[in-house]
Every structure is written in structure tokens, then in C-alpha cells.
């Protein structure tokens, strides 16, 4: 097949979920398949292989035929490594940068929704970082609430039989929370949260505000918290082998663009 071919033919095979590799394709971050496999062991005919069976769609390369690669791959250590470096995660690791000129309080209120960040602690590393010459840069992970900093780039433990769902909207509605609540795994129970406690923005551009990435039909398949550019904090699924990370936006309508690139509805919690 084709690329184009390849692309058209599975866009209408991710209609179905018993598509498993059609309907959730590995998306590489990547203009080219050799820059993904770069530095992974796996060997060059294997990454070719994939080359030729990957196709763009939206402006991304996708690939869904995971198990005819596999099939292909002669030993079992080759098998592992090329599934490992397929199931890699590009994420952000974001500073915040701190300039001479740089304006500590106005910071500080950009921050301030966040309460677990106390601004007698925050402050006095921030001007300490902007009386150096060139300024300096300080880690994200001060400025996230405990609930993501102690989750940031983790994955959760394998989930038992009646355990909640950690999935996206679970991990978005508890971004702020001391104590996660599992009421949030319900879908029913978060979509009339987010209507009686949250309104519609046009875009979002405070940290804090919740992005979700809806389908053609308007039911949200992804949500994700704004924390400022164009990153968000998210965690990509309920499987345990999904981490929480930081990513851009783009990246991330990239990997939710099943057959068509998913439409944005913004909210902002009414508090905010």
C-alpha cells in the first residue's frame, strides 16, 4: 500500500474500536521515522520497515502495524527493545526562566492560583535567580501542586479489579486537589462538575484552565490543565503504562487526531 492509501484505509478502520493499532496508531513527534528510532539499538532494516509503513495524516506520522513488524523480528531481546522505543513518550521539560529585568510580583500573580505554592518561599528564590547578570531558570516542579509534582513523569502502580480509572479527565479535575477524588472516574459525575462549577473560554491562557479535545460528535475524548505557552500537564490514558507528563498542545491534538484533528472547548473553574 501506499502511504496515501495506507492513511485513507485506516482513518475508516479507526471508526471501530476492536482496531486496536487503527483507532490509537503510535504517533512519532518526529518531520522523519529514522529521528524516533535514533539512539534505540533497533536495527536499521527494522526501523526501514517501519518507515515504509508509516503514513501522515493532519499533519503527523502515524503507525498502526505493530504486530506485522513484530511477527518479522527474529529474536525475542529485538522484539523488546523495539517495543520499548515504540512505546516512548516525547514530553516537556520546562523551565521557568527568570531575566534581570524580569517582574517578580507579576510573576508571582501569574502563579497564584496555585495555593500550595507559597509565595515567602517562592519569592526570594525568584529574586535571587534575577539578580544573577543573565538571569536564570528554575525548574516547572516548584510551581505544580503536589498532586502533579509527585506524579510528574511517573506512572501508577497496575491497577486492581474495582480500582478507579486514572485516566485524563481524572487526572484534570484533581490537578489542584490535596487529596485526589475518585468521584472524577465517572464521567457523569465530572461533566456536571465542570457545569456547575467551571465556565466556557475561548481559549485558554491562565494556569489552571482545563482543555478538552472533543470528537465530530462533541464528546470529550481527552482533557488536559493549561500551565502556560503552550504546554499543558496530562496523562495520555488510563493504561498504568501511560505516565503523567507535560506537552504542547500541538503534540497532543497530534496524538488524539484519530481520523480528524479534535476541536478545543476551554473552561475556567468560576474561583479562578
Known amino acids: 500500500l501506499t502511504p496515501e492509501v495506507r492513511k485513507n484505509l485506516y482513518t475508516e478502520l479507526a471508526q471501530s474500536d476492536r482496531n486496536r493499532y487503527m483507532r490509537f496508531p503510535y504517533c512519532f513527534m518526529t518531520n522523519r ?19 515504509r509503513l508509516a503514513y501522515e495524516r493532519n499533519g503527523s506520522i502515524y503507525f498502526s502495524d505493530v504486530e506485522t513488524v513484530m511477527n518479522q523480528i527474529p529474536t525475542p531481546q529485538t522484539r523488546i527493545q523495539f517495543f520499548k522505543t515504540l512505546s516512548r513518550s516525547s514530553v516537556v521539560m520546562a523551565r521557568l526562566r527568570v531575566r534581570p529585568d524580569a517582574d517578580i510580583d507579576k510573576i508571582l500573580g501569574y502563579w497564584s492560583g496555585n495555593k500550595f505554592v507559597r509565595q515567602k518561599d517562592l519569592k526570594p528564590l525568584l529574586e535571587s535567580i534575577k539578580r544573577r547578570d543573565e538571569g536564570g531558570t528554575v525548574s516547572l516542579v516548584y510551581l505544580l501542586p503536589p498532586f502533579a509534582r509527585e506524579r510528574l513523569f ?101 496524538l488524539y487526531s484519530i481520523t480528524d484533528t479534535p476541536r478545543l472547548a476551554c473552561y475556567r473553574h468560576k474561583n479562578s
Open 33 to 51: 521515522v529514522t529521528d524516533f528510532f535514533a539512539k534505540s539499538d533497533v536495527p536499521a532494516d527494522i526501523v526501514q520497515q517501519v518507515a
Open 154 to 254: 511517573t506512572t501508577p502502580l497496575p491497577s486492581s479489579p474495582g480500582d478507579p480509572s486514572m485516566d485524563c479527565h481524572w487526572t484534570a479535575m484533581n490537578f489542584f486537589n490535596s487529596t485526589p477524588d475518585f468521584h472524577f472516574s465517572d464521567l457523569t459525575y465530572t461533566a456536571a462538575y465542570v457545569k456547575a462549577n467551571y465556565y466556557p473560554i475561548a481559549q485558554p491562557n491562565s494556569y489552571g484552565d482545563i482543555v478538552f479535545l472533543l470528537d465530530q460528535n462533541g464528546n470529550a475524548i481527552h482533557s488536559a490543565v493549561y500551565i502556560a505557552d503552550d504546554i499543558v500537564f496530562t496523562k495520555n490514558g488510563n493504561n498504568y503504562a501511560q505516565p503523567w507528563v507535560l506537552m504542547r498542545l500541538p503534540n497532543l491534538l497530534s
